[in-house]
């Protein structure tokens, strides 16, 4: 009888087979990546409940009616930057790897939010937030990542776990945002806050220094635990043989990534003429790239576009391909001597295409599930933001006005409500409906939900008007609040599930861009969405036209704007996940 095979060598045909067994998660990362994530949403949404408050003390409004425009631009800043800088560090993650770019963005959340919190005027505001977009893609870049330590048998879980935390950040974010802005007037008798510190000039500085402090722990965490995740796509070779000027021996291409569960897989493929590698010379890299041990042959030759299939990655029981493209060589001298004498025009498609077609940007373009994919991530984006900008601003409105006459407290306490809620649906409920019903069926059944939510939402208002005991209306805005988190997560959840599988293993190669591509549509639309909300909530008040176009309007708006998303969703293709 021959022996087992050794753990190594079981492949993947094992692991797709049968659905019990289930590759184990590295948690070491998973839980890095999750401490990453909570920072990254409390930072981003721990202004929501104070913004309004914040406008109204810099003094650039001319009436209480005019705040709302004022908060919008400044919450659509940050977004604003994500939109203009995204792509870039996709792009750049597929070619650097991800952990320097993680890196870099929780640095560049520190600084910016503590700037945001001591700003003491609109405009340094406004350009802190901006700062902090530009610097930062982590949502997209731990996306990736964790699409490369993950396979279909695991893949889901592992995106729940960041699901939640994403959702609990922008739970926590804005509870503590309420809570502690102004502090001075809420603590001031424990005697630490006085008159004339900074707290007093600076009232939303605290908020924010818990949301740089957190920044600063997820980024001591992932310099020592996170190591490199990326298998570089492009005839990956040893930092070894480029210093050394060597090749791949053979023609045998080998793909080793360091870490939890990665099992070492190697195929042997055609060999092809090997460019020799220049001689590099150490440098301060190292500092950021951790067990980074391949680079792309694109970054020091240009020999054609090359390309490396990997299904899936920490799991290790998948197998890793090199495959080696026969494109054209346009800079091969023996292959010039055949080619025809170009012209000046296709010279110039030729430099403007095969940009394109080396960074991916083209393969992904033809690929229908990850465009739609691309699209829903954008246009849910603009749902998101537009509640989370309208409802503080709602529930600061005046009774008479449709609204909850709620102060920052009191909006800050709201956002808290649907927290274990939500940890007990990711660890308990997902999971088990996402292995029953799939992915995008969820997604669907999460936008269906969701349509039925928003209109409800105002009516919380009536009950407010109506109703003399306080108690039935916190029943009635938590129940709403705790089906908005509930729902919401299994969208954003289930999108980035589909997001890391669209389009097939040649797609999935461009893994960094094409979350960095989703990103940047996202914060496009989460830029103007501020802007759109606040704005349409403003005229609603201002009108005076009655029902559906009050207070009710904009509601109805989202209810509209989650039905669009449904229909698009029913255009991508069905995935194995």
């Not at 389009?503 to 103007?528: H, T």
Request: aromatic share 12%; with cysteine.
């Amino acid at each position: 009888m021959e022996d087992a095979p050794a753990p190594e060598e079981v492949s993947s045909e094992r692991i797709t087979s049968h659905t019990d067994l289930v590759t184990p998660l590295p948690r070491k990362r998973v839980v890095t990546l999750c401490l990453v994530l909570f920072g990254e949403s409390f930072v981003a949404s721990v202004l929501f409940p104070f913004v309004s408050f914040m406008v109204r003390d810099f003094g650039v409004a001319e009436d209480d009616e005019s705040i709302g425009y004022y908060a919008g631009y400044l919450a659509s800043a940050f977004f604003f930057g994500q939109f203009v800088s995204s792509f870039f560090w996709g792009w750049l993650s597929d070619r650097v790897g991800r952990r320097p770019i993680l890196l870099i963005g929780l640095v560049g959340s520190s600084i910016s939010i503590l700037t945001f919190g001591f700003s003491s005027s609109y405009a340094m505001a406004t350009g802190a937030r901006l700062f902090g977009g530009l610097i930062n893609s982590n949502w997209s870049i731990a996306r990736a990542y964790l699409g490369d330590i993950t396979d279909k048998t695991n893949r889901v879980r592992a995106f729940g776990f960041i699901g939640m935390m994403w959702g609990a950040g922008t739970i926590v974010g804005p509870a503590l945002g309420g809570v502690l802005s102004n502090p001075l007037e809420n603590f001031g008798f424990l005697g630490i806050f006085h008159e004339g510190s900074v707290w007093e000039t600076h009232p939303y500085f605290l908020p924010t220094v818990v949301g740089a402090v957190i920044s600063i722990v997820a980024l001591i965490m992932a310099f020592f635990l996170l190591p490199e995740s990326k298998v570089f796509t492009t005839d990956a070779v040893p930092l070894s043989n480029l210093a050394t000027g060597a090749s791949m021996d053979d023609g045998e291409a080998k793909v080793t990534v360091e870490g939890e569960g990665l099992l070492e897989k190697k195929k042997t493929k055609k060999k092809k003429k090997q460019r020799p590698a220049p001689k590099t010379k150490p440098s301060l890299k190292s500092f950021f790239f951790k067990e980074s041990k391949y680079v792309s042959l694109n970054e020091t030759s240009s020999d054609g576009a090359n390309d490396t299939k990997m299904n899936d990655g920490e799991s290790g029981e998948d197998d890793v391909e090199v495959d080696v493209m026969d494109d054209v060589d346009m800079d091969d001298d023996d292959d010039k001597e055949d080619l025809p004498t170009q012209s000046s025009r296709s010279k110039l498609h030729h430099l403007i295409m095969r940009p394109l077609h080396s960074s991916g940007l083209t393969a992904v373009a033809r690929d229908k599930g990850a465009v739609l994919t691309i699209a829903s991530v954008g246009t849910t984006g603009l749902l998101y933001v537009i509640i989370d900008e309208v409802f503080p601003l709602w529930a600061m409105t005046t009774l008479a006005q449709g609204g909850l006459n709620f102060s920052s407290a009191q909006i800050g306490l709201t956002w808290s409500i649907g927290g274990a809620s939500l940890v007990l649906y990711q660890m308990f409920v997902y999971y088990r409906l996402a292995r029953r019903f799939g992915t995008l069926k969820l997604f669907q059944a999460g936008l269906a939900l969701m349509i039925v939510t928003f209109i409800f939402y105002p009516f919380n208002g009536l009950v407010a008007r109506s109703s003399s005991n306080p108690a039935i209306l916190w029943v009635t805005l938590g129940t709403t609040i705790i089906l908005r988190t509930i729902f919401g997560n299994t969208i954003g959840t289930s999108q980035s599930v589909l997001l890391n599988c669209c389009g097939g293993e040649d797609i999935q190669r461009y893994r960094g861009m094409i979350n960095g591509l989703a990103n940047a549509l996202s914060g496009l639309f989460r830029s103007i969405g501020p802007f759109v909300g606040a704005s349409v909530f403003a005229w609603s008040l201002a009108s005076g036209l009655p029902m559906p176009f009050d207070f009710h309007f904009v509601f109805f708006l989202e209810a509209a704007l989650a039905a669009l998303n449904l229909t698009l969703s029913c255009f991508i293709p069905a995935q194995q996940i």
